[in-house]
């Protein structure tokens, strides 16, 4: 099965005291999702009761457009890592230039389709 579109799930563990910041930094990158990002299809942030974790569901287009959002953000990226750890799921069919930034299965991990619905 091949899938064009991928998704991530990042799971955000924010750090004591940095939830302002951590908000800060994801609504700029929410304003680039917004206004820099046409190949994202979903950019969606939910947290638990008391706001010390939170979900960043992502879908794009292709991997091309997930590799222009993460080249996009990546000016954000290492302050929103000092404000909370972060783990993950890619979700879908990289190319070449994904599969080599996602390396050797650490974080985010890749999942490769195998069914769906629409098969």
Known sequence: MQVDEIKGIARVKIKPGALEEWQRLTTQAMEIVRTRDPGTLQYEVYFNADESEAIVFER????????????????????????????????????????????????????????????
């Open 60 to 119: 794009y287009v292709n991997a091309d457009a997930a590799l222009a959002h993460f080249a996009n953000i990546g000016h954000l990226m290492a302050p929103l890592m000092e404000t909370a750890t972060v783990t993950g799921e890619v979700l879908g069919t990289p190319n070449a230039a994904m599969a080599t930034q996602l390396g050797d299965g650490e974080e985010p991990r890749l999942f490769i389709p195998w069914m769906s619905a629409s098969d």
